[in-house]
């Protein structure tokens, strides 16, 4: 077996050794990551969506009882979970008009977000193709 040299292997380590390829391998690792992570993102909202549209009713109460745990959690708050779960403890009308208004801006906040990143024409934007 006779070894012979390799043009582009030379070339590919004379890169990699390079400092100012290092500077471009450093720039370009961050972008991938920024990407990465904003592919992430996209993708959580995207199944946050999903899942709401997919059962509002089960998604809000889910969520309703993540918020409630997690706000427990940080005031230092104990509570009857069994009691709380009952309808009485949830049925003032005020209350239910508010939380209601609040999911929906909510979840069109979300959407607004979601179609802006995912470049989505919005209905009533005046532009026809």
Do not use: H
């Amino acid at each position: 077996m006779v070894e012979v040299d390799d043009n582009l292997k030379l070339q590919m380590n004379n890169f990699m050794v390079s400092t100012v390829s290092q500077g471009d391998i450093m720039t370009l690792d961050q972008k991938i990551y920024e990407t990465v992570d904003s592919i992430k993102a996209l993708k959580t909202k995207r199944e946050f969506m999903l899942s709401f549209a997919s059962d509002p009713y089960g998604f809000v109460n889910k969520w309703l009882i993540s918020q409630s745990r997690d706000l427990k959690v940080m005031m230092n708050i104990e509570g009857d979970p069994e009691e709380e779960r009952k309808s009485r403890f949830l049925s003032k009308r005020l209350a239910q008009g508010r939380v209601c208004r609040y999911f929906y801006a909510k979840v069109q906040q979300r959407r607004a977000e979601l179609e802006r990143d995912l470049g989505v024409r919005q209905l009533g934007s005046g532009n026809s193709n």
